[in-house]
């Protein structure tokens, strides 16, 4: 893990450098193991180490070849290293490290960028720069776990990063995107086909951006596509069939995360898919040390169930106990997210990183299990919708439409309309069903900058043919949206706060590519959540732990807002940067707090809000912050 940036194309070389150096240094939490910078005619390469495979100076990037005309800034892990190097070295490439990094280089060379890229196996972003082809590529993993940023200039120019904020201390980005801050108030992050800037994108997952030096122009191709439940239904895979090859990709994508030349740990909670990576580190002999952060007297204190399963699995097992004193703030929240972000679960991950940081330097998680074999409550009732809908005649839609508006909108009633908007209404219907923007319009809180203004996710048509297919639709939906705008970036900017590599088995992508295309009455097997996992841990730890609920070590930010962080609330919207800059309302803000505080809880929206005006606070720090350096930058070279 690390942070990376360069340019590309700039006509003056001394900016160019100063650019990356000022990205670099907003880098420095990603990777505080050491720095690197490189320098051609049209490309500047800056590296933040964070030391995974070989710790010594061989390790350094960026990382060029003897010759000098290629060169490569990598962010994330090669699990297939080993054998690609093995592969390399019979081709006849010699190494001078032990690292990842190097495969990149010599694995370009050998096979071109599309060959090394269907070979490698991990999590990855990375900047290679070709001198000979005056070319850029910047490629991202196939699931998209490991960030990355670009802004192409008027000229054609382009630079990139690990994170929206390097771009923006390069001095890339400046204007902050309307569309961006109404995806934030909706979902409460931002999500792959936005950045927060206007003059800032993201790389998207399973992509490889190509830039051209001879015609400054780049384009884009996407290398991977998951497969569906429809590529499998010929194999006619049974329940247990399905079981035992899930077991077996899993072990497999567990023995690769366990490499490392650093200390490596598991975290542990009572959950399924962390006690199956427990479960499988033992049957694989690894040495590893399990942590479970513990909150005494919280409701999600999950250390009792930890331990009955450590103490099951015989692994080596360490609580990390936590006081409320060591809850996170909201300041710390918008310092290790470049990008307005509010997930609660965030703070409780922040909290996690900061005690696992003094143990172990990799995390193995059970981040993905629920993504890929369907463990959240929505899966059961989009399937049950969509099973429904195939029952349904075309006129449907039309007798629900008039039907609806008779009905009361409480309690059971208003749980079973939404079941059948779902049924008649598919995605187009699943997307408005929550009340993230309606709740700013209809409390008058949106000022004259979001006015008017539409959400394309709440444009999305309704139709009976989406419903028919509504599970597959929604978790390709779900993937570009939730997947890696809201999980993903939270482990990564958690973990990468406090130098810490996250490693997911979950997020193999081998074992999503048999789960995608296994058939839904597999993975919902007895109308049972992630069924597949939770055999797995009736077989091999015990029924406790397969029959156990999901939770979530997050932070009661609804609840906490109208009591220890009420009067901040108040404090911060009486003199608000987002209401001097025309987003909000500020009164309407203190009015629903006031609401908030009657009834004992907050809405989300109000979180998003705070969370967001502390954002902004920060960044208008940083513009004085980034004007003192230019300035002295500027000084320097007179």
């Known amino acids: 893990m690390c942070g990376i940036a360069g340019v590309v194309g700039f006509e003056d070389r001394r900016a160019a450098h100063c650019a990356v150096v000022r990205m670099r240094r907003a880098l420095e939490r990603r990777g505080p193991n050491g720095a690197g910078l490189e320098l051609w005619q049209n490309a500047v390469l800056g590296h933040r180490r964070l030391a995974i495979f070989d710790l010594s100076e061989a390790g350094r990037q960026p990382m060029v070849t003897a010759d000098r005309r290629l060169g490569v800034v990598f962010n994330g892990a090669i699990y297939n290293f080993m054998d690609l190097r093995r592969e390399l070295e019979n081709l006849g490439f010699k190494f001078k490290s032990r690292t990842d990094t190097e495969v990149l280089l010599h694995g370009y060379r050998a096979w071109g960028i599309d060959g090394l890229v269907e070979r490698i196996h991990g999590m990855f972003a990375f900047g290679l720069w070709d001198e000979d082809a005056q070319k850029l590529f910047l490629v991202r993993d196939r699931l998209g776990v490991k960030p990355l940023f670009y802004h192409v ?5 382009l630079a990139f990063a690990s994170t929206a904020r390097a771009l923006r201390f390069g001095g890339f980005a400046d204007e902050i995107d309307d569309g961006a801050v109404l995806e934030f108030l909706e979902f409460g992050f931002i999500t792959d086909a936005r950045s927060i800037y206007k003059e800032v994108k993201k790389v998207a997952a399973a992509t490889i951006l190509e830039w051209n030096g001879a015609n400054r122009t780049c384009v884009t191709r996407e290398y991977w596509h998951l497969p569906t439940p429809k590529d499998n239904e010929a194999k006619g895979i049974s329940f247990a069939e399905a079981v035992k090859r899930t077991e077996e990709l899993f072990l497999r994508a567990v023995e690769k995360r366990l490499q490392a030349d650093v200390p490596v740990g598991a975290l542990l909670s009572g959950g399924v898919d962390s006690s199956l990576v427990c479960w499988a580190i033992t049957k694989l ?8 952060v513990a909150t005494p007297n919280d409701p999600s204190d999950e250390s009792a169930d930890a331990k009955a399963t450590a103490r099951r699995l015989g692994i080596k097992h360490e609580i990390l106990e936590l006081s409320p004193d060591d809850s996170p703030t909201v300041d710390e929240l918008t310092e290790a997210f470049s990008e307005p972000f509010s997930a609660a679960s965030a703070l409780g991950m922040l909290r996690i990183s900061r005690a696992f940081a003094e143990s172990a330097t990799v995390m193995l998680t059970g981040d993905g299990g629920d993504d890929v074999f369907l463990g959240y409550p929505e899966h059961l009732n989009f399937y049950a919708a969509q099973r429904i809908a195939r029952h349904l005649p075309s006129s449907a839609p039309d007798l629900w439409k008039k039907m609806k508006p008779l009905l009361p909108r409480t309690g059971i009633i208003k749980r079973a309309g939404s079941f059948l908007d779902y049924a008649t209404g598919g995605l187009g219907a699943v997307a408005c069903v929550r009340d993230g923007l309606p709740f700013y319009e209809i409390h008058g809180i949106l000022g004259e900058r979001l006015i008017g203004q539409r959400l394309p996710q709440r444009q999305l048509p309704r139709s009976l043919d989406s419903a028919r297919d509504l599970l597959e639709e929604f978790l390709r939906y779900d993937r570009r949206t939730r997947f890696t705008g809201e999980y993903l970036t939270k482990v990564d ?14 997020l193999d992508h081998q074992l999503w590519e048999f789960a995608s295309s296994l058939p839904f009455e597999i993975r919902l097997h007895g109308w049972t959540l992630k069924a597949v996992l939770r055999e797995l841990a009736r077989r091999h730890i015990d029924e406790r732990v397969a029959r156990g609920k999901k939770r979530g070590f997050s932070i009661p930010v609804g609840r906490w807002l109208v009591g220890r962080w009420r009067a901040l609330m ?3 919207f009486s003199d608000s940067v987002l209401e001097r800059e025309g987003w909000i309302r500020a009164a309407s803000v203190i009015d629903q707090l006031r609401r908030a505080v009657k009834v004992g809880l907050a809405p989300n929206q109000l979180w998003y809000l705070l969370v967001l005006e502390f954002w902004l606070r920060r960044e208008r720090q940083q513009d004085i912050e980034h004007s003192e350096v230019v300035a002295s930058e500027t000084a320097q070279s007179l």
Request: no cysteine.
């Open 285 to 292: 002999g690894g040495d590893v040390t399990a942590f479970t």
């Open 493 to 506: 900017g958690a973990t990468m706060h406090y130098a810490i590599e996250a490693r997911s088995p979950f």
């Open 153 to 157: 200039g008027p000229d054609g120019s």
């Open 570 to 572: 108040e404090e911060v």
